[in-house]
Structures are given as C-alpha cells and as structure tokens.
C-alpha cells in the first residue's frame, strides 16, 4: 500500500523514524492475530498488551520530539544540556557535540577517562533527545554500552531502559 500524501518519495528517515514504523506495522500484526485468532490464548494476548504498550511509547516519544526545541548551534546544545541536567539533578560530568551528520541522531557513551558524551545531530537535534540522553546517564543506562555484546542484555536495554528514557523524555517522570 503506497501512502504518498503521508510518506514522500524522497524522504530520507532517521533511525528513530524507522523504529517507529516497524513497531506500529508489528502491534498492528499482534492485534490483527488476537482479533483472528482466538485460540492461541494468552500467550497472544500478552503480546499485544506489550506491542499497544510500546506504541503508546513510540507515539508519545515521536509526538514530544517534534514539539520540542530545536537545537541549532553547539552553544544552543550547551545551553540547553545545561538546563536539562540542573532540572535533573545530574552530578556527572559530561560533553555534548552537535554534528549535521545523518548516521546518528543522538547517543550517549561512556568515555575512557570516565566522563560521558553526548552526540546530537540530524533530527535528534531536539531539547526532548538531550532529555533523553542525560536520562541515560543519569541512571548510569549508558556506563557498560561495550560489554553488551549478546542479544540478551542488548534486548534488556530496549526494552528495560529505553522505555524509562523515554518516559522522561515525554513526561519529565523519574522510573
């Protein structure tokens, strides 16, 4: 099904953007083999609450990030990194970089000398993705990043800690 009125030919979507779209399709999924198929039972009624569970999240996280501040300068950033971590209570110290790349739209890591890094860039250059990111740090989400090689901790980061960033992100709520 080809939606041009929604979705331009030459858009150029971020990773965010893509995330979101292939959960929305998969809670449709979810939903259309409970309203189907009743038998599967519980197993399939759990799966839908947590695929309605995480569009809830992903709706909300992509409705805050499109109403929130735009970021156009390294001095906006700093500003605005400034202002978030005092609203949060952040005693760690940290670095922001603001790049017009597309590869990333923001992350944050750990660094070598114990200090954190924040990337913002493209369409993550918005006051809720730094948000976002502290959050991350703050909570100490981001401190061992390297080591989670396997897709059992890797899936525990998103869908453990991701969903309590965003929370923060959209509703400024401590998890």
């Known amino acids: 099904m080809n939606l041009p009125f929604l979705i331009p030919p030459s858009a150029n979507f971020s990773a965010r953007a893509r995330f979101s779209a292939i959960t929305l399709a998969l809670a449709y999924l979810f939903i259309v083999i409970i309203s189907r198929q009743k038998f599967l039972g519980r197993v399939t009624y759990h799966t839908a609450l947590y695929g309605l569970y995480t569009i809830g999240i992903i709706f909300s996280d992509t409705i805050g990030t499109m109403f929130s501040e735009r970021i156009k300068s390294q001095g906006d950033l700093e500003r605005i990194a400034a202002e978030e971590a005092e609203k949060l209570g952040m005693s760690k110290s940290f670095k922001v970089n603001f ?30 993705i730094v948000r976002h990111e502290l959050y991350h740090i703050h909570r100490g989400h981001s401190d061992d990043w390297k080591k989670r090689t396997n897709l059992i901790n890797i899936l525990y980061y998103y869908f453990r800690w991701e969903p309590q960033a965003v929370v923060y992100e959209v509703f400024r709520i401590k998890l």
């Open 99 to 128: 790049h017009n790349s597309q590869l990333k739209e923001g992350h944050a890591s750990k660094l070598d000398d114990g200090t954190y890094e924040i990337n913002i860039g493209h369409f993550g250059s918005r006051r809720s």
